[in-house]
């Protein structure tokens, strides 16, 4: 079972082109994904931790237009949890419209002040609760 | 050889993890290609012209993580021409350092107002111009 | 009475200082705009009229900062209607935190295609209908 | 003399009505005052300083639309001087065409980690350098 993120789209999100500037289903994507860690008891930016999130890769499909004002889903799957990686998998839906599909992978890293970022293990409870929330 | 497109990262563009939000690098590769169009004497908007060119799907590979006011480039090659689309790869790079790479397609469609976008013939005159300038 | 729109900040909205970015507020103040149409039973945008609705000027004074993931509520106030402008006065608040406050004016204007925008008289049902919604 | 800062307008940051949304002027402005700062041979965000500079107050008042491609400059100067702010005056020209002119306020405060934020004196040092780069 995919989580569910609703949203609206907003006037600054269109282009000249008329509609949704491909740039932002990545922000989409993230506020869903983000939306998930609350909807688990978590939060990406937990103040005091120092383990960091950042992406490895991001990928879009796109398939339909999104237009102002349009509602739409974001419908999301935690696909697959290795040592020190997270794989996201998205799917937007406007009704039984879909405009497109959509993955991301992030790494877990230590964020000690001043020292470069370093991958480490992904936190075992926190795959348990993310696995809870995206079933 | 690519085209090279120059850019500097802008406040506005770092999030609260301290570096440019992952989002961005989708606009600096956006921004790269528009400014190849405009070496080749095109531009993607020109008006009275019923063709559009939005995106079929876009990927980044992110390897280092860029900061405010860093310089860096994008260098651009036009990858691949099929009949209605048109594929761009990407790579960012601030000095030595590879950022991450990235790969657009886009496809040509009819914009006649009021009618849903329908593919088109890529028109041959523009390949060879944009050919030129990211040959 | 004000309108009311609730929203969340968003991680892209954040910049490096930790907070968010000063020039979100702005998109804020519009999102909860728009959202104040739609209550009215009104776009902002709505196919086939030939009436935009451009910025005048925006303003905005900053008391305290936002953080990722906070809740807040932006309220709305038609403030005053000239011939050819509306006046909109925002508030942000965080529970009982003042997080600023803000005003735009937005000019009627003919937008037919080719022509330059010209002011127009403020359509009168408009005026009763987003009066009705923004006390 | 003001300092002058040189922009092409962006397809993203252009909206569905055609042209740039208004929300950019206020990003344009922070580009043209950060590069400013660089002129002066400082940054608006030295590692290891502890004192940042958020905004009190931003506004513009807009004369003219910015399409998609346009090159255009923002001229900023540093208006006045107080014990804790610094309020800077810009505008933004196309050509011969004035787009509007805005007006921003930053205050220095001290950014000790976890610590809320408070008011400090502007640096000497700084106001001396910037005075030489924005005339």
Redesign the interface.
């Known amino acids: 079972m995919p989580f569910v993120y609703r949203r609206r789209v907003?006037?600054?999100e269109?282009?000249?082109?008329?509609?949704v500037?491909?740039?932002?289903h990545?922000?989409y994507m993230?506020?869903a994904e983000?939306a998930l860690w609350?909807a688990a008891g978590l939060?990406?930016?937990r103040a005091g931790e120092n383990v960091?999130w950042?992406?490895?890769?991001?990928?879009?499909?796109?398939r339909a237009?999104l237009y102002?004002?349009d509602e739409f889903e974001v419908r999301v799957v935690l696909a697959s949890v290795r040592r020190t990686t997270l794989e996201w998998t998205h799917a937007i839906w406007r009704d039984e419209t879909l405009i497109g599909e959509g993955r991301m992978t992030t790494i877990a890293v230590d964020?000690s002040p001043g020292a470069p970022?370093k991958a480490k293990d992904v936190p075992g409870d926190i795959v348990e609760q993310l696995k809870a929330a995206a079933g």
Chains 1, 2, 3, 4 share one sequence.
Do not use: C, N
């Open positions: 907003q006037f600054a269109t282009d000249l082109a008329g509609f500037h491909f740039s932002w990545f922000r993230e506020e983000h609350r939060t990406i930016a960091g950042p992406r490895v890769s991001a990928a879009f499909d796109y237009p102002f004002e964020k970022m």
